[in-house]
Each structure stands twice: as C-alpha cells, then as structure tokens.
T-cell receptor, first 113, second 111 residues
Framework: DAGVTQSPTHLIKTRGQHVTLRCSPI?????VSWYQQVLGQGPQFIFQ???????GRGNFPDRFSARQFPNYSSELNVNALLLGDSALYLC????????????FGPGTRLLVL | RKEVEQDPGPFNVPEGATVAFNCTYS??????FFWYRQDCRKEPKLLMS???SGNEDGRFTAQLNRASQYISLLIRDSKLSDSATYLC????????????FGQGTTLQVKP
C-alpha cells in the first residue's frame, strides 16, 4: 500500500514569493495535518483538516493557508515567503480526527533565499 | 515553558549499552503519548505508544508517570541501527489531533 506522498521533495524560492505544497494521504485516511520542522527542532503543528474542513490551526501567521480536496488530498500555501520559512514541511495522515495514529510523508524541503 | 521538553543530547553510547531518555509535558489534561523516531533528513516514524501501565516492544520500553507528567523510553542492548533522533510526542487537548513534539533527543550508538 502506498504511504503518504508529498510533492515536490525539494524547492528553492526567494523572499516574497509564494509556494504551494501538496500531500496525498494514505488511502482511506480522511485527516491530513501539516507540520513545519526547522533544523534542530521538533515538528510544529500548522493545520489539521478532516472531512475537508479545518479542524485545528497552530500559531502561524495568516500567510499560511491550506485546504483539503474531496479526495482528501491537501495543499499548503505560503505567501510572501520569509527566510525563516525555510524548513522541512511534513504532512501526516490519519483515519480520524483525534486520538488516531498519524503517519508522516517524506516531507518537502523548502529553502528561501 | 515549552509544552514538551526533552534533553537534546547527544547521547553517545557503545553497542550493547542500555540508554534511557526522559521527557516532561506541561498539560496535565493530555491523554495520549507517543515516541517517534526520526532518521537524519527523513520523516518521523512511530516507534511506540506510551500507556500508563507501561509497554514493551522488544528492546524498547516506554513508561508514563502522570503524576509527575513525565514519559520515558528505555532502549536495551543498543544497536548501531538505533542511531537516530527520538521525539517525545503528546497529543494536544481539545478536539484536534494536534501532535506536540519535543525538540528530540539524538542517540549515536558507536561500535
């Protein structure tokens, strides 16, 4: 069975640009969460989507937005990129909204110059 | 104070050693706890859940002390392949599946 997939794997952008990251959950999983991991730190929660609705938001500015599609895949958008947005962006999928094991994709490594 | 705190290490141990990692969490209402393992430049992978009664999976034992709000992971007979970062994870309270990660503890097992 395919695990969580993310695209692209790597991305280089310049300050002020916009980026879209994509995630496909494990088949049958309805919840997708996004995390940001900067070097030397644990992942930080950005969003959770379940059944196409936002169910949770972390402490990130409004430049970060996301959505979930009818097939449960998801996009994370970041506008007006800053140098500090350079990080590994991880997508995790789970069957349900809460108290479910989350499985992570390989991540998208974003570098902002 | 961070919601989940871990000693970042690194812990450098010889093969065959026993090593223990601890983690503390701030929200006494937290209900679910996990240890994830993360290899260099890879995604986190679930190592094991942590239960109040403690649980064991082969060489790995996880313990939860709710009164002290602390979680531990014990690795016995360390292997070279155990070298990784170990992330302590608490599920946030409320109606989301938000995972709250510690900074991670780096383990390097040497021959």
């Amino acid at each position: 069975d395919a695990g969580v997939t993310q695209s692209p794997t790597h991305l280089i952008k310049t300050r002020g640009q916009h980026v879209t990251l994509r995630c496909s959950p494990i088949s049958g999983h309805k919840s997708v969460s996004w995390y940001q991991q900067v070097l030397g730190q644990g992942p930080q929660f950005i969003f959770q989507y379940y059944e196409k609705e936002e169910r949770g938001r972390g402490n990130f500015p409004d430049r970060f937005s996301a959505r979930q599609f009818p097939n449960y895949s998801s996009e994370l958008n970041v506008n007006a990129l800053l140098l500090g947005d350079s990080a590994l962006y991880l997508c995790a999928s789970s069957l349900g909204q809460i108290q479910e094991t989350q499985y992570f994709g390989p991540g998208t490594r974003l570098l902002v110059l | 104070r961070k919601e989940v705190e871990q000693d970042p290490g690194p812990f450098n141990v010889p093969e065959g050693a026993t090593v223990a990692f601890n983690c503390t969490y701030s929200n006494s209402a937290s209900q679910s706890f996990f240890w994830y393992r993360q290899d260099c430049r890879k995604e986190p992978k679930l190592l094991m859940s942590v239960y109040s009664s403690g649980n064991e999976d082969g060489r790995f034992t996880a313990q939860l002390n709710r009164a002290s709000q602390y979680i531990s992971l014990l690795i016995r007979d360390s292997k070279l392949s155990d070298s990784a970062t170990y992330l302590c994870v608490v599920v946030g309270s409320g109606n989301t599946g938000k995972l709250i990660f510690g900074q991670g503890t780096t383990l390097q097992v040497k021959p």
